[in-house]
């Protein structure tokens, strides 16, 4: 799959396993029904859209808006990995590329490219040769090491 400019994209086996397992299961929702467990998922969804990723990767990691104690940035960066939309570093690069390219076909998830890609598609591909070079461009001064693009990042501050 191409986009714009950009090399072929591939999937992310894991990731696409891990929605379809995800969406599966939620499936049995009806037959499963409890009100703690309804609970439970809206409280999750909090956690996980509005802490970790709006307020974690978005704000702080992404934009840096605010600053807060090392452990609140470790909690809130460990709900927005608990979202399934990557990990924190292709997050924060993807979304500072997608600012500076918005609309373009450098953008990772443009509008231009349709409403699926821009919602959902663009986060289950990646674009190894590209992306890893966006994404030491950007975060160069801050990462030493990626040994991982996928799911499983493992990195090392200096």
Same mark, same amino acid.
């Given at each position: #799959? =191409?986009?714009?400019? #950009? ?24 037959? *499963? ?6 609970? #439970? ?6 956690? *996980?859209?509005?802490?970790?990723? *709006? ?20 909690? $809130? *960066?460990?709900?927005? =990995?608990?979202? #399934? /939309? ?26 231009? /490219? ?9 986060? $289950? ?6 992306? $890893?070079?966006?994404? $030491? ?5 801050? =990462? ?15």
């Amino acid at each position: #799959m =191409c986009v714009g400019g #950009m090399q072929p994209r591939q999937f992310v086996v894991g990731s696409l396993i891990g929605i379809l397992l995800l969406h599966f299961i939620a499936l049995t929702a009806p037959f *499963t029904f409890s009100w703690p467990g309804l609970t #439970m998922f809206l409280v999750m969804v909090y956690i *996980t859209g509005c802490l970790g990723i *709006t307020l974690g990767f978005h704000r702080l990691l992404s934009h840096g808006s605010f600053k807060v104690p090392k452990v609140f940035t470790y909690l $809130l *960066t460990l709900f927005g =990995c608990l979202a #399934m /939309q990557g990990g924190p570093i292709r997050w924060v690069a993807t979304h500072r590329l997608h600012h500076k390219t918005a609309d373009t076909p450098e953008d990772p998830h443009s509008p231009t /490219q349709g409403f699926w890609w821009a919602h959902l598609v663009w986060n $289950l591909t990646v674009t190894l040769n590209w992306l $890893l070079r966006k994404i $030491l461009s950007i975060l160069h001064p801050i =990462c030493v090491e990626i040994r991982s693009l996928d799911f499983w990042t493992v990195i090392s501050f200096s």
